[in-house]
């Protein structure tokens, strides 16, 4: 099993900036992916950032320019570093670990943070 607690979310005024980060503990693999998820009110969870242990990005089409995904390997932690927010960034941001063990791929969510942009 693994554990994934997040810490950063807040709030803030558009145009701001807030710092997310997800330390992973227990069962972790080498052959891994990080990221952010968000779910605003009334709408699908949808991709925010990933990073893979090999160094592959990937970002949402909403973010690209505004955010940076990170990561520290030694730490098993990734990191989410939001600028520019926008009203439209105000959800709950969940941190995912999808990872390869005991000969599958496996996923694991943390609790949520709740990021809200407004003035």
């Known amino acids: 099993q693994v554990q994934l607690v997040e810490s950063g979310g807040g709030l803030v005024q558009p145009g701001g900036s807030l710092r997310l980060s997800c330390a992973a503990s227990?069962?972790?693999?080498?052959?891994?992916?990080m990221g952010w998820y968000r779910q605003a009110p009334g709408k699908q969870r949808e991709l925010v950032a990933t990073?893979?242990?090999?160094?592959?990005?990937n970002y949402g089409d909403s973010v690209k320019g505004r955010f940076t995904i990170s990561r520290d390997n030694a730490k098993n932690t990734v990191y989410l570093q939001m600028n520019s927010l926008k009203p439209e960034d105000t959800a709950v941001y969940y941190c995912?670990?999808?990872?390869?063990?005991?000969?599958?791929?496996?996923?694991?969510w943390g609790q949520g943070t709740q990021v809200t942009v407004s003035s």
């Open positions: 990073l893979t242990s090999g160094g592959s990005t």
């Open positions: 227990g069962s972790i693999s080498s052959l891994n992916a």
């Open positions: 995912n670990r999808h990872q390869w063990y005991g000969g599958s791929w496996k996923d694991y």
